[in-house]
């Protein structure tokens, strides 16, 4: 099926892949149902984190947040020795579908679900030379994208954290969104979480320039949380997103080097560093076991810098430098470590995605941030060389406001 039968064959419905399928019930008279894809299910996994709260609803601040979607089916790749998957599908009559098809279709022959929550991380995978998990996520949007062809339409999909380890197969589930015309989410917790002190400018806001930090990497999956931070303030500034020309992992001596040169800046790393509730004191080239810059050049000649400094930090910082302002501002993206309800808003925001059809941010920031990102394993593992990335030459607009939860966080 070409992209102009699937969308004559989706015509007149309010939104091109919102038509319902043979039920007895309209799309528009019922809840939402949705299907959930997940490779592992464990207690404090991400699939605990996203797909629990679509089950028993979930918390923001004081205030708790009715579940607006009923999950009808679950799929899960690998069932983990502590897995609770099972138990709760039983528990919530929730149908356990021994394949992704089944999981959409609900064992017919067409897709049969409102929504796609793809829970692409934990699970026993390998990990490549360049230090990145090999997750499934293109794989089984693929699967997916066959189920959406073969029935004629498709529903809105929510991808965990970054799209792919590989460019090209980030780019290609992003192109597929746009080709079949769904709404698409994806991306991290952290850059939707409280903040400490609460944190935003208005879009257009000239910067000079901008760190984020975190704690130690390992390997993509660690540092893409510290990249999505960087990029959900860098995007509001004047004129604009861009693209990223080129970038550059750093480690070791390496980084203090570069902060010696002007690289990256030291004044908003301690500006950063002065909003932790957990850093180490004392010297942070002591402190940090293995420091990693991820340097970061846009087209339009901004700067920035996302720093894993593990030993010295363990939380997620931020900070940018404003021009006219002679004092930085920065911040805490907080992360509840005892009930993590970091995930809270995130999943709040992929609720009305499923229910109203909106997105509270761009799904190109996390576009952006995954192909930055495999650029920057790429960097590492041909000896921390820069490398220019003109197939990144992504460019949007943030929301008028930043969407994060407000509050001191729970």
Known sequence: MNRRHFLT?????????????????????????????????????????????????????????ETPCDLVSL???QEHDADIST????????????????????????????????????GDYPTNVKNQKLYPRHRFMSEVLDVFKRSGRAVPLFNDKHLSYDWTKAKQMYDWSKELNFPMMAGSSVSVTFRRPELDFPLDTELESAVAVGGGWVGDGGLFHVMETLQCFTERRKGGETGVKSVQLLADDAVWKAADEGLWSRELLEAALSRGRKVVPGPVEEKARRPVACLIEYNDGFRAAAL??????????????IKGEREPKSTLCYIPIENSNNFSPLVDSIARMYTQGTQDYAVERTLLTSGALSFLMESWHRGQVRIETPMLDIKYRGPEKSYYAHGMGS
Do not use: C, M
Not at 29 to 56: C, G, M, P, Q, V
Not at 94 to 113: F, M, N, R, S, W
Not at 308 to 321: F, H, M, P
């Open 9 to 65: 064959t989706t015509a007149g419905a309010a939104a091109g892949y919102f038509l319902p399928g043979p039920r007895s019930l309209s799309a528009q008279n019922r809840r939402k149902r949705i299907a959930a894809l997940s490779t592992t299910y464990h207690t404090r996994s991400h699939s605990d984190n996203f797909i629990t709260r679509f089950l028993e609803g979930w918390w923001i601040g004081d205030k708790y947040h």
């Open 75 to 77: 799929f899960v790749e």
């Open 87 to 122: 138990r709760l599908a039983r528990s919530w009559g929730v149908k356990k579908a021994a394949t992704i098809q089944e999981a959409l279709t609900l064992g017919g022959d067409k897709l049969d679900v409102d929504g796609v929550l793809l829970i692409g991380e934990h």
């Open 308 to 321: 894993g400094l593990g030993g010295k930090a363990s939380e997620y910082l931020a900070a940018v430098k």
